[in-house]
């Protein structure tokens, strides 16, 4: 994703991984559910990948489109500061 926003927006992004430890502890409001939800896609990622099914969901909304689609349609919608 760091890569097709660079590509995207014509200025560097990086990944910044985060614990979800770390992210529950920021304090704003939500940082404990999202941190949790981070863990639990850390501890269960084959579970949480082996639901989602690409073609089925084309199925259900053939207008889909993959990241790097999104981003040609929607780069200059991203504030950049």
Not at 4 to 25: C, H
Not at 37 to 64: I, K, W
Not at 66 to 76: S, V
Request: proline share 6%; with cysteine.
């Amino acid at each position: 994703m760091a890569a097709s926003l660079t590509k995207a927006l014509g200025e560097e992004v990086r990944y910044n991984s985060v614990s979800p430890d770390l992210y529950r502890s920021f304090g704003f409001p939500g940082a404990d559910e999202l941190g949790n939800m981070f863990q639990f896609y850390h501890d269960f990622e084959e579970v949480c990948v082996s639901t989602r099914h690409v073609p089925y969901s084309r199925q259900l909304d053939p207008a889909l489109q993959d990241f790097d689609t999104w981003l040609k349609h929607n780069a200059k919608k991203i504030p950049i500061e």
